[in-house]
């Protein structure tokens, strides 16, 4: 405990605190962005041009690879991440699964398994990640523990609480699981404003 304490002084000494926000590396123009995910990352309820990837791209004025699948739950996800790296090799990569597993009934053990593996396997390409919370259903729109968890464990930037305000929102929502075009436009504002906050120098 003693030794911890001294590291973390010595580092704070550096200019860095121990626990610090989780950082990423700066986005340029020749940055490749994969938004990886479901329908929300597909754009479900609202044209293509009007999808949070899109708007995202123009926002931060480079490509982000919409790579989404509706209806997709994580064992699905995790078998197609691999292909999706290797033939994209992006600098960054949203991943923002979970939410049909949930209506599917998989036990958030399950849920949160899948996506520890995805991160690791986005990791160990060298991108980094950043994390969407998906609500569970019910009255209260809510991400379940399981995603700070592994934001936390995995030291990566999370956004907890947009996805569930815009279904909270029903000026901002299609149906009851999926953004329109105001929401999506929210979303994408959310996820730059979090990727350029979690920037590193």
């Known amino acids: 405990m003693r030794f911890r304490i001294l590291t973390c002084l010595a580092v704070l000494a550096l200019g860095a605190g121990c626990g610090s926000d989780p950082e ?4 340029q123009a020749s940055s490749v962005i994969v938004a990886f995910g479901d329908s929300i990352t597909a754009g479900t309820g609202a044209e293509k041009p009007e999808s949070y990837p899109a708007r995202l791209s123009e926002r931060l004025g480079c490509r982000v ?3 989404g699948v509706p209806g997709e739950e994580t064992p699905a996800g995790l078998r197609r991440l691999p292909g ?3 033939r994209e090799d992006p600098d960054l990569v949203i991943l923002c699964l979970g939410g049909n597993d949930m209506l599917s009934k998989r036990t958030h053990e399950s849920i949160r398994a899948n996506l520890g593996t995805m991160i690791e396997l986005v990791k160990d390409s060298g991108a980094d990640l950043v994390l969407l919370g998906v609500p569970k259903p019910g009255l209260l729109l809510r991400p379940p523990p399981f995603y700070e968890e592994l934001a936390e464990a995995h030291h990566i930037p999370l956004d907890r609480t947009t996805i569930p ?3 909270s929102t029903p000026s901002e929502k299609s ?3 999926h953004p329109n075009a105001d929401g999506y ?6 996820v730059a404003a979090l990727i350029r906050d979690s920037q590193g120098d």
């Open 175 to 177: 149906n009851q699981i």
């Open 165 to 167: 305000d815009i279904l």
């Open 65 to 67: 690879v919409n790579a």
């Open 185 to 190: 436009a929210r979303l994408a504002n959310a």
């Open 84 to 86: 999706v790296l290797s």
């Open 24 to 27: 990423i590396r700066p986005i």
